[in-house]
């Protein structure tokens, strides 16, 4: 019996600079190498590409996702849905790349390609925040909703620069957020500014110092906490998080877990892998050891897993 191996593309038109299209037909013919068949799914909206592969995905081999750090995570939403879990590879053609840039993907797409023929894959952790998922990052607090509320004709022309400007806006806004915290290891209740769980050592960008280099198979990710100060106070030790990571100790705290729950006095917007999720009153995020199959280069499967 002859057994077809099938594989689908599901790309994103608006990411970056929205030039993926030009390379379509190149990333068609190369995946024709390996697989009988090649499909193609062009988003059209938000959130089309998790229904699509909630539908269909079951069918294919493999899932090729072209788009920004959204456009993966939208993907990894509809196959989390799925009994028989095709496996991933992914080209970042976004604005930042988080997790392309942590996988070493560049934007060479005949470099990706090579990576993704010669097929090493491995099991990659999933996170879950309520019935949501998510791959590096979660985060709730000031400055998280940049990455969606930046235009998007913005962020193809001027990059990450139109995050930071977008930042900007929030300046002069002292948000406070009430919560108590309930993590397995202990239990805080307080004013917090920000918390972000990461399973990746990048987030908006920026690469983080981290004591303990984050693997994405442990069942673990790193939570933390910018305890509130005055508003300009907070807004430093931010800063330094970001430029020093765990080097910097005012005002922050991390912890490596893998359960949250978070309680607040109002409803709060989640940011999930850089694009908005829901607004609630009481999350849960957990790891799920090991979800998925993606394929990585042999230098990141030796780093990260």
């Keep these: 019996m002859v057994i077809n191996v099938q594989a689908l593309i599901c790309y ?4 970056g600079k929205q030039n993926f299209e ?14 009988d068949e090649v499909d193609i799914f062009r988003s059209i909206n938000v959130k089309t590409i998790t ?16 788009g920004g750090d959204g456009s993966l995570n939208e993907a990894i939403n509809g196959v989390m849905k799925l009994e028989k879990k095709p496996t ?3 080209i970042p053609v976004g604005t930042v790349n988080d997790v392309g840039n942590m996988l070493k993907l560049k934007k060479n797409i005949k470099g990706v390609m090579d990576t993704i023929l010669a097929g090493n894959k491995v099991k990659m952790d999933v996170c879950q925040i309520q019935d949501r998922y998510f791959i590096y990052a979660a985060g709730v607090g000031s400055f998280t909703n940049v990455s969606y509320e930046a235009p998007s004709k913005l962020k193809k022309h001027l990059g990450r620069m139109a995050y930071f400007l977008e930042a900007a806006k929030e300046l002069k806004a002292d948000e406070t ?3 108590e915290i309930e993590l397995p290891e202990k239990k805080y209740t307080g004013k917090y500014y920000v918390l972000l769980a990461l399973n990746s050592k990048r987030i908006a960008g920026f690469s983080l110092h981290r004591y303990i280099h984050p693997k994405l198979n442990d069942g673990i990710i790193d939570f933390t906490m910018l305890t509130k100060a005055k508003f300009k106070m907070s807004i430093i030790y931010l800063i330094f998080f970001f430029l020093f990571g765990d080097r910097w100790h005012n005002g922050v705290e991390t912890i490596r877990t893998n359960h949250i729950r978070i309680k607040s006095d109002i409803p709060l917007s989640y940011n999930v892998d850089g694009e908005f999720a829901f607004s609630e009153k009481e999350v849960e995020i957990k790891v799920i050891k090991q979800a998925i ?3 990585v280069s042999n230098k990141v499967k030796k780093k990260y897993f």
């Design 51 to 66: 229904t699509y592969i909630t539908s269909f995905g079951s069918n294919y081999d493999i899932i090729l996702v072209a």
């Design 177 to 179: 957020m009430n919560l």
């Design 88 to 90: 991933l590879a992914y």
């Design 12 to 15: 994103n038109p608006f990411s």
């Design 22 to 35: 030009d390379n379509l037909d190149y990333v068609v013919k190369r995946l024709k190498e390996k697989y």
């Design 293 to 295: 199959n993606i394929i």
